[in-house]
T-cell receptor, first 113, second 108 residues
Framework: EPEVTQTPSHQVTQMGQEVILRCVPISNHLYFYWYRQILGQKVEFLVSFYNNEISEKSEIFDDQFSVERPDGSNFTLKIRSTKLEDSAMYFC???????????FGPGTRLTVT | RKEVEQDPGPFNVPEGATVAFNCTYSNSASQSFFWYRQDCRKEPKLLMSVYSSGNEDGRFTAQLNRASQYISLLIRDSKLSDSATYLCVGGGGNKLTFGTGTQLKVEL
């Protein structure tokens, strides 16, 4: 069964550093998403991406964040200058053009020290 | 008011019991609804989509009432492996809106 993959599984970084989280969506999916979940809290939407453009973004997704599809398979989330409050689990998801269901990757745990 | 609201639980039930979870939503822009399951420190996994006509998948039945803005999930004959957090999710536009989840613990 095809699945979304994410690397790394855990990233530790110092405050102020840049991080790039990587995702490989399901191969025939065209819509891609990033969500985050702070420990003990609910899953929150960050951004959706389609046809090489951001479709929608939340208030959390400020100028420190950017997304990119650098090639035909990867989808990345970059945080330019990490803050302590960016510590969370970051989930990538994808969906097919004809269905609303989104499928999630295993997540990257980001720890900012 | 929260967009998707759930009782956080925990619901502690014996194996074999029937358990029901409810969820209300406030954003009428949500067009589609889902139940996801999340195990501790894992990703949300799609359990089932929810339709106004109701849908059933084995031991799981989901129902949507758009007039009352209410979604339910019924689990029959619960198993130990059903222990998890159940997330009520609304979909609209290009994003999913998650509830905080209801924790289920199935015990021997």
């Amino acid at each position: 069964e095809p699945e979304v993959t994410q690397t790394p599984s855990h990233q530790v970084t110092q405050m102020g550093q840049e991080v790039i989280l990587r995702c490989v969506p399901i191969s025939n999916h065209l819509y891609f998403y990033w969500y985050r979940q702070i420990l003990g809290q609910k899953v929150e939407f960050l951004v959706s991406f389609y046809n090489n453009e951001i479709s929608e973004k939340s208030e959390i997704f400020d100028d420190q964040f950017s997304v990119e599809r650098p090639d035909g398979s990867n989808f990345t989330l970059k945080i330019r200058s990490t803050k302590l409050e960016d510590s969370a689990m970051y989930f990538c998801a994808s969906s097919s053009p004809d269905r609303d269901e989104q499928y999630f990757g295993p997540g990257t745990r980001l720890t900012v020290t | 008011r929260k967009e998707v609201e759930q009782d956080p639980g925990p619901f502690n039930v014996p194996e074999g019991a029937t358990v029901a979870f409810n969820c209300t939503y406030s954003n009428s822009a949500s067009q589609s609804f889902f139940w996801y399951r999340q195990d501790c420190r894992k990703e949300p996994k799609l359990l089932m989509s929810v339709y106004s006509s109701g849908n059933e998948d084995g031991r799981f039945t989901a129902q949507l009432n758009r007039a009352s803005q209410y979604i339910s999930l019924l689990i029959r004959d619960s198993k130990l492996s059903d222990s998890a957090t159940y997330l009520c999710v609304g979909g609209g536009g290009n994003k999913l809106t998650f509830g905080t989840g209801t924790q289920l613990k199935v015990e021997l």
